[in-house]
């Protein structure tokens, strides 16, 4: 089964997403980095990339892979070098020196697409951010919108995304405790959610609109919040929940966090942390190709 999914926007920045996440599991290397006439970014890629990860980083649109529905346009090289840098410190290097060298070459999607626009659905006024075939796949638009100054912004267009569609790979994996998926069943509506404001979902004890979607989303969505944001902005998102939506935010964090350390033995506050700390980090990375 392969489903395109994924992170929507309504265009009146609503956050929104348009269907489900794909159930399809991670497979072997499918691609042949042996026929590609390769610039230097190319070559950059197969060592940093292909080499250390075996992830096929894919900066020209190619026509396969993408929804033609959509009028996009290629990333620029110059963005694709400086976000190929910032995927690598921010998300590759956080998983490596928290969970141990062996995990993201294990697990990581094998294909990362890169596109330069957004993608827009103008029948349904939704603007999509991301998606992700299975766990072998993430697509992600607007790199040519990228803003270094901004890590809320590179958060919520490339990171979360990638947290999220990762956090689908590990649960397909090894699942989480059934519990969860208890804790709000009655709440959750796979059309529904769209309707449901950021504050709504939170008092009903889920931490974005589209959490409320179905469990597995909930889950993941759990996580890929947490890990890119601060812990003022988590207590916070607490406090709008009021008691009763804090309480079940906090009954599902508890089984996440659990599930991660038992499961993967991963600490997902050394996670957060040390995704925190790279984040301060990425204005003096060198974002040549030299190193
Ligand atoms: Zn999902």
């Known amino acids: ?19 489900g996440c794909s159930e399809d599991k991670p497979e072997g290397t499918i691609f042949d980095p042996s026929d590609i006439k390769r610039n230097q970014f190319d070559l950059w890629l197969l060592d940093h990339y292909v080499n250390n990860y075996n992830i096929d980083l894919k900066y020209r649109i190619e026509d396969m892979e993408i ?6 346009v290629p990333a620029t090289m110059d963005n694709s070098i400086k976000l190929a840098k910032l995927i690598k410190h921010l998300w590759l290097e956080s998983y490596d020196e928290i969970a141990g060298i062996d995990f993201m070459r294990t697990y990581v999607p094998k294909v990362i697409h890169l596109i330069g626009s957004p993608a827009i659905n103008a029948e349904q006024q939704t603007e999509v951010l991301g998606t992700a075939e299975g766990g072998l796949m993430v ?10 100054n901004s890590i809320d912004s590179l958060n919520y ?20 405790p059934k519990d969860f998926d208890k804790i709000s069943t009655s709440d959750y509506s796979p059309s529904g959610w769209m309707n449901r404001k950021e504050e709504e979902a939170l008092q009903m004890g ?72 790279r984040s301060k980090e990425i204005q003096n990375l060198d974002y040549s190709l030299d190193q």
């Open 157 to 176: 267009y490339y990171f979360k995304t990638m947290h999220h569609e990762f956090a689908h790979i590990l649960h397909q994996t090894k699942n989480y």
């Open 139 to 148: 697509t992600l638009y607007k790199v040519n919108e990228l803003n270094l």
């Open 1 to 19: 089964m392969k489903t395109i999914v994924s992170y929507s926007l309504l265009l009146f920045f609503l956050s929104f997403f348009s269907t």
């Open 67 to 72: 929804d033609q529905s959509y009028n996009l």
């Open 206 to 277: 889920f931490v974005s609109p589209y959490a409320s979607s179905e469990p597995q989303e909930d889950f993941v969505e759990v996580i890929a919040i947490y890990l890119t944001h601060s812990n003022a902005y988590w207590e916070e998102l607490l406090e709008k929940a009021g008691t009763e939506g804090s309480t079940i935010i906090q009954k599902k964090f508890t089984i996440v966090r659990n599930w991660l350390r038992t499961s993967w033995n991963i600490d997902i506050d050394k996670l957060r942390s040390t995704v925190e700390r």
